[in-house]
């Protein structure tokens, strides 16, 4: 049974990782937003596919959901005595990655090509693909001005109102290598939508025209992982982003988001109720995941709802 | 009283430290060879100037020569995980300096401005100054092709057999802002050649037209340090290199390598003898710098030499 994951950062990558652990090895694909990426420092820095392989490859930091663990920060702490900018947290080991990243991209190499060297390096069965090898830039229109994803995120700690959101270059850009033959693999048994932020980070690979194209002529059951549990957001700036956008923290709004595309959705039990009037099959159980047999439990029981599912 | 002292890496850097803590604050300035700069895994290196900051700022590792003291490797080690190379040891807080330069390189600052904000950062008062701020590359011609320095120096650790060693660039290089106006100083007192490897760390400044003039036509008298010390060099290849060169290793080799250039040589006392009948004066002295001590002693020593020197 092969399956396509669609994740983002730290939610996304915890389901991934529940995914990656329940599934034979290498029957796994998780494709990534690369909205978030950006320069910084002279490095090529790639948020979220950096927390999706240290997440699959059981090195991420279970505290701060980003970064490594056992990480050592001389590195920035020299940066900082030499007058650079510490906002964006480089942990030394982390920034061996971003060097490697950085020199192999500057010798010719594709985002796809450098993320599968990483993965094999870290001994991930699971392909990584990034959703494109072309530049998408995730801008946030807020009340302090047009920010870059990190800057509105990092930076200023989603502390500006946002207004609206924008993936600059998405129009123009083509899926990387691998992205549409994994959508449209006759083994393809489900892909997943990951529990990531809908707006900020699965909207920008939905924002490609030939990746939602594909998605959208599928023949596997596509099923999506709410984000919100009773009305909050697990992490990170959903809520509040949901909030100024003026969309209610209810299951349904994450339906009318991905209405028409997805075939089922997910929800945390306490929002059961509330999906229960959905025009799509809805599945509730506990969404939280805190411990690997959350993720494990919570991606079987995506895996057994989708198996419910009709084909194309 | 103020000095130029010009230096390659360690042996210079020893007695740089000695003349920056022996003089009063602000006098001293270094002129660094910048012929063993390159760049590694996207960063660029200067290991003489790092060198040079280091051991002013009392930062070096006193074992190895090279590098900070109290150093980690995470990233080094995460680097060679992810198959990059490792021939050139990167500690983390030196990693810091090199990401910190190469930024700030490519934001438009130039190598004296980056040089000259690491030693105010470093809280370094002698001024360090690279010898240009052009690409000067020395190379070795071996019996194993022709080499980069570092390539030569540390991933082959010297091993091929030099012929020749050539300093591509020098001869179109200008020296960089201030290099001239220390050395045309009218309070000039002395010019320092350190104790560095004549050949491979010395040569490349001297290969520089506009910086060998400034030197031929100064008014304050200069003095060499020999880097040999009773046939044997104390650190580095100076003497395979003068071996496989064919130059005899005694002082008298390095002031007919400094011909015309030099107004006095300082030798090891076990070398008195042998620069005795040389046509300049020369003082001898224990010139092993193994201590701080030793560092301030030669300093002093070397200072007071230069005093008793007629001005041109």
């Known amino acids: 049974m092969s399956v396509v994951a669609i994740s983002g950062g730290v939610g996304g990558a915890k389901l991934a990782l529940g995914l990656d652990r329940s599934l034979p090895a290498g029957e796994l694909t998780v494709l990534v937003n690369t909205g978030d990426d950006f320069d910084h420092l002279g490095l090529k820095i790639c948020p979220d596919i950096d927390t999706v392989l240290y997440t699959l490859a059981d ?35 982390d920034t061996a990655l971003h060097v490697a990243r950085t020199r192999r991209l500057k010798a010719g190499s594709t985002l796809t ?68 033959a994994a959508l449209a693999s006759p083994g393809l048994e489900a892909i997943v939508l990951c529990p990531s932020n809908p707006y900020l980070s699965i909207d920008p690979l939905l924002a490609i025209p030939g990746l939602r194209k594909s998605l959208e002529s599928r023949a596997a059951p596509l099923i999506a992982v709410s984000p919100l549990i009773g009305g909050a957001a697990v992490k990170g700036p959903t809520a509040k ?72």
């Open 241 to 312: 982003i949901m909030q100024e956008l003026g969309i209610p923290m209810t299951p349904v709004s994450i339906f009318e988001h991905y209405r028409g595309l997805i075939d089922a959705l997910v929800v945390d039990s306490v929002d059961a109720d509330a999906a229960a009037r959905l025009p799509i099959p809805t599945f509730s159980t506990a969404t939280l995941m805190t411990t690997l047999d959350d993720r494990l439990r919570l991606a079987r029981f995506v895996l057994d709802c989708a198996r419910t599912l009709p084909r194309h």
């Open 113 to 180: 090509e450098v993320s599968e060297h990483f993965r094999t390096q870290f001994g991930i069965t699971s392909r990584i693909l990034p959703m494109t090898n072309e530049c998408v830039q995730t801008r946030i229109d807020t009340d302090e001005g047009d920010l870059a994803f990190q800057d509105y995120f990092v930076r200023r700690r989603c502390a500006p109102r946002a207004h609206t959101i924008r993936f600059v270059g998405a129009t123009d850009a083509a899926p990387a290598p691998g992205v549409i």
């Open 59 to 93: 090195l991420a930091d279970p505290a701060q959901g980003w970064g490594r663990r056992n990480e050592t920060w001389t590195l920035m702490q020299t940066l900082e005595s030499l007058g650079e900018e510490t906002w964006f947290k480089l942990g030394d080991a």
